[in-house]
């Protein structure tokens, strides 16, 4: 097999990429290692920033995001017995929208099959090799046949455990990690939100998130310590600990339900250097991590695909500006959401090897926020997103 360019993985980066290639009539293959099931049934983000709203659109898959998604123009920030919204609108003139990554994801996979086009579901073995060559390649076995998929270029979108990273030489690559000493036990339930908007929590029993899906599901989160067992949760303990940490009155209005989707993520901070090897180019969580508090990672992806996408373009225009700045540009934008991401989950949760001292700080830190229309406009700036360099 031929293509122009192997897009290896068939989550939001490589779909999205998938789109933007179909659009300029640049023929592509995506190889995914699991079946269509899998990749839909991964619960992850749930906030959008204008960056993904807009991308999503050009690729033509905006409609029921539209239709469906919930236009947020803030978010709460409770600590201490305080409650304060930050105004994204207000101070920014932007907003986000709450549209879960699944409904992308499947927003995707939906325009993918009208259009015709070729993805490799459960694909065994996935190999890519040869990108430091003009003739990159990706080797893969599909129903027991071993197959060998010739390409231009290959995307590596096949998220932090994929194989494209992995298959870079170390001497060619360099990378930066932050493991945090805790994880988010999150839970997904039919059961109306407690708040209209999100509300993010620094308790002093741990940090919590309450947000959505739609105006009949909710998404929870609360800290959690990493050596928990989500086995050990059962969906009534849950429930007490969110009410414990959440403010007596919205504790009071909560409704809770069964459990759909219950999980425990641990969270870290994560960056390739660079982003292209060659005829390589990684694009998301390939090539970057960010602890969740940020709502960044789906919306990086989604900015790396934009910029990967128009350098993949324009080379079959005849420059290669945008593929020999791609790594760059993307960093540019990586690095400054890693340092909103790390910045807020310092902020918001509980780290028992700081003391008190420590606690003080994030109070300090809380208090100053709330009283400062410049500190609010900097986090509003971050949270609804940077512009995509370039
Ligand atoms: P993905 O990991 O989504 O997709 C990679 C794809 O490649 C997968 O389908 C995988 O099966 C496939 N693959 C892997 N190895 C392969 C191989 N060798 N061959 C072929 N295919 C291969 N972000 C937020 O903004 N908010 C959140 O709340 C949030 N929560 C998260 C919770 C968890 C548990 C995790 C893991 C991530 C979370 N994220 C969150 C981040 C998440 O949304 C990612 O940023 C997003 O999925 C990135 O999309 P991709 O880059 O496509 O990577
Ligand atoms: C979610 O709804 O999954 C979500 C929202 C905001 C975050 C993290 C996760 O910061």
Known sequence: MRTQVAIVGAGPSGLLLGALLHKAGIDHVIVEQRSPDYVLGRIRAGVLEQVAVDLLDEAGVGARLHAEGLPHDGFDLCFAGRRHRIDLHALTGRRVVVYGQTEVTRDLMDHRAAVGRTTVYDADNVAVGGFDTARPFVTFRQNGVEQRLEADF???CDGFHGVCRASVPGSAIQTFEKVYPFGWLGVLADVPPVSHELIYGNSDRGFMLASMRSKTRSRYYVQCRLDEQVEAWSDDAFWDELKRRLPAADAERLVTGPSIEKSIAPLRSFVTEPMRFGRLFLAGDAAHIVPPTGAKGLNLAASDVALLARGLIQHYGGSDEGIDRYSERALSRVWKAERFSWWFTSLMH??????????????????????????????????????IPG
Do not use: H, R, W
């Open 154 to 156: 290959i995307a590596g």
């Open 350 to 387: 509980q780290f028992p090897e700081t003391g008190g001292f420590g606690a003080k700080m994030q109070l300090a830190e809380l208090d100053y926020l709330c009283g400062s229309v410049a500190a609010q406009t900097v986090m509003a700036e971050n949270y609804v997103g940077l512009p």
